[in-house]
């Protein structure tokens, strides 16, 4: 036995029987052919694994491309930044309308809020307006409404002015913020501030008896006039005594501006200005200064490029799928050969490469935008040189777009190779399942026979020892009656 499992190139191994030896030496001498099936899974799967991967790069290539797909694209290469010599004063924005140059701007005063606080009243004292419903008239750039105030009777001026506030803030699109304040421990005074600023957003009134009491008065603070009553520390008034001083004023080159607003989009054409404070007097003035925005384009462009280098890259490096799918090896070599294919029917003067507006070839075939001098010189000319470079009919988003159409959708080369590699993986997986039972049928068969031959071996070693043992007796017998 011991020079059968020798043979067998079985080794010692006690703790198994000598049958389960014998069937792991066969299925070792079928390991070759799982083996093999094994690799033509792998190599399957790792097919798929590409063209998935082919798949996600491309989808993020055509996110890209699709930016672009918006009515009067080119507008998206005309980009302009503006930047302020002092943010602290006021701060610039700029669309891509914006008219490239310098201005200088004096800011004079800022659009302030309207403020119109009452006289100063002892809070314990009451405030004297009969039980009932009273209402009076505020307005708020000439647009009236009304505040509806219930009162007991016996309000102290505390208690009513608080009431006032509730009642005034609670008024739907009243456009006026209402405070109580505490002057001093015994005095108070009511606050109405108006939401928006400048002169169209003045607050005025209309007497009546509930305001008269605050000292809201037509004939005393002068309302609707240029020479309103200022407040002091007992009397009522506004804070600014010329509503018109409520508006900002501006020095633009020159010229003398107002606006009511402290964020002014139409004075500078594609600008949008946001004062934050007046200057002194003698102060130098505050410059704008607008110019072509390049890295608002190279946001624009980059994302196409670098996804068009991940494409070709995961293209290059997959040589063997190559090799293996001539269709793979002609898109690696069609999407490398565009970026040296020249734009055509483009007018005199634009330029017709990549590598005109600063974007350089590397040796591998992927791109890299390396002189932003040549694509800010383009810019400043007419961005819609540029433009058209990416955008024409023939530029380069419609030659992607015109190498890659087969790949994409439900009958595309992409969805037809996983479809068949997905059949030849589960294919593959049938075939191993299948040898694996035949193996495993097979060693069965082999243990089964090994068994049987085991007990005839061991019968006939039993009836070998008897007859032994029977022929040693005899033998004894004759030797001795001689």
Known sequence: MADLLNILNIGDNSSKSDSELL??????????????INNKKTSLETRRTFYNTLNSRL?????????FKVDNAAQLFQTRSASST???VLTVNAKNTAILGVNEIFVERIAKNDILISQQLNLSNLFGEAAGTKTFQLSVGGETKNVDVEFNGNETNQEALQK????????????IRASFIKDTSNTGRL??????????NRIG???????????FTEAVLNPNSSSRTTVNGTNAGYKVSDYQELDAKLDVNGISVTRGNNTIDDLLDGLTITLKKAQESGETPVSITTNIDVTQVENLINPLISSYNSLLTHLRDSKSVQRQDPAMSTLYSSLRNLSTQNVTGLDEGYPSLLTDIGLKINNDGTLTLSDKTKLESY????????AQLFISEDGFIAKINKTIENLTGSSGLIRSRNESLNQQIEATKKRKTELEARIDKQADILRKEYEKSLKLYVKAQSQFSIISNYATFTMNLLSSSR
């Open 23 to 36: 069937v792991q030496a066969y299925k070792r001498t079928q390991q070759s052919r799982i083996d093999a």
């Open 59 to 67: 989808n993020t290539l055509i996110s890209n491309l699709d930016k």
């Open 86 to 88: 002092n943010n602290s």
């Open 164 to 175: 006032l506030v509730i009642a005034i803030n609670n008024t739907e699109n009243i456009g």
């Open 191 to 200: 606050s109405l501030t108006s939401s928006g600023t400048g002169s169209d």
């Open 205 to 215: 009134f209309s007497d009546s008896s509930v305001l008269e009491k605050l000292g």
């Open 379 to 386: 810019l400043k000319d007419n961005p819609d040189k540029v």
